[in-house]
C-alpha cells in the first residue's frame, strides 16, 4: 500500500524560505512521476513542480526560479525547496505520485498521471 506523507509546512514571511518533505512508502515503481500541487480555498489544485525517475523536471511558471523539487532515493523522500516566498504562495501543499508512468514536460495545467495522493501540509506567507 502507498503512502505519502508530507512534512515541513509552517509559517514563514515574505522572503523566507521553507523546505517541504513528502516521506513515500510502499512505493516501489522503477519509472515513475512525483510531483508537489498547491490549493487554496475554494479552487482546484494547481500543479507546482514534478520529478521523473530520469531526473527531469517542469515548473509551474509562477514558481521558476525560486522553487527546487529533489528527491533523495535512499530515504525514498521527496523535496520542495521554497525560496522567495510571496504571500500568494499561501496553500496547502500536496504531494503527488505515479502508478508507473512519468509526467510529460507540458502537464501542468492539463493534468497527469497521479494516482496516489498525500493528506496536504499548510505554508502560509505573510507580508
Known amino acids: 500500500q502507498v503512502q505519502l506523507v508530507e512534512s515541513g509546512g509552517g509559517s514563514v514571511q515574505a522572503g523566507g524560505s521553507l523546505t517541504l518533505s513528502c516521506a513515500a512508502s510502499g512505493y516501489t515503481y522503477s519509472s515513475y512521476c512525483m510531483a508537489w500541487f498547491r490549493q487554496t480555498p475554494g479552487k482546484e489544485h494547481n500543479g507546482v513542480a514534478s520529478?521523473?525517475?530520469?531526473?527531469?523536471?517542469t515548473y509551474a511558471d509562477f514558481v521558476k526560479g525560486r522553487f527546487t523539487i529533489s528527491k533523495d532515493n535512499a530515504k525514498n523522500t521527496l523535496y520542495l525547496i521554497m525560496n522567495s516566498l510571496k504571500p500568494e504562495d499561501t496553500a496547502i501543499y500536496y504531494c503527488?505520485?505515479?502508478?508507473?508512468?512519468?509526467?510529460?514536460?507540458?502537464?501542468?495545467?492539463?493534468?497527469?498521471?497521479?494516482?496516489?495522493w498525500g493528506q496536504g501540509t499548510q505554508v502560509t506567507v505573510s507580508s
Open positions: 503527488a505520485a505515479s502508478a508507473g508512468e512519468r509526467c510529460g514536460g507540458s502537464w501542468i495545467g492539463r493534468g497527469g498521471p497521479f494516482a496516489y
Open positions: 520529478l521523473n525517475d530520469d531526473g527531469s523536471t
